[in-house]
């Protein structure tokens, strides 16, 4: 099958492959998913078995889960007025 391939097209094919193996880390990447490190590691330790690269490409296209922001809580309910400073200058 591959006894009349050129050095072109043996290059041509050996690019896709590798993209193709690496297509997974690529998504995670461009899609700047948090686990995209993670994803990088299973798609290079077992990306050669079908069942590893599967897992990756499923981890780097997976929605990622929401950002949680760390301070002060919003106030509910009506706001205790002496937590907030006076607006405007001193004096009045």
Do not use: K, Q
């Not at 490409?57 to 509910?76: K, N, S």
């Amino acid at each position: 099958m591959f006894s009349r391939i050129g050095p072109f097209e043996a290059l041509v094919l050996g690019v896709a492959i590798v993209a193709l193996y690496l297509a997974p880390s690529v998504i995670a990447f461009r899609r700047g998913h948090p686990g995209r490190l993670l994803v990088l590691t299973i798609n290079l330790v077992l990306g050669s078995t079908l069942i590893g690269w599967a897992i990756a490409l499923y981890l780097a296209t997976r929605p990622a889960p929401p950002r949680t922001t760390v301070g002060p809580r919003p106030c509910d309910g009506p706001c205790d007025s002496r937590l907030e400073r006076p607006r405007g200058p001193p004096g009045r």
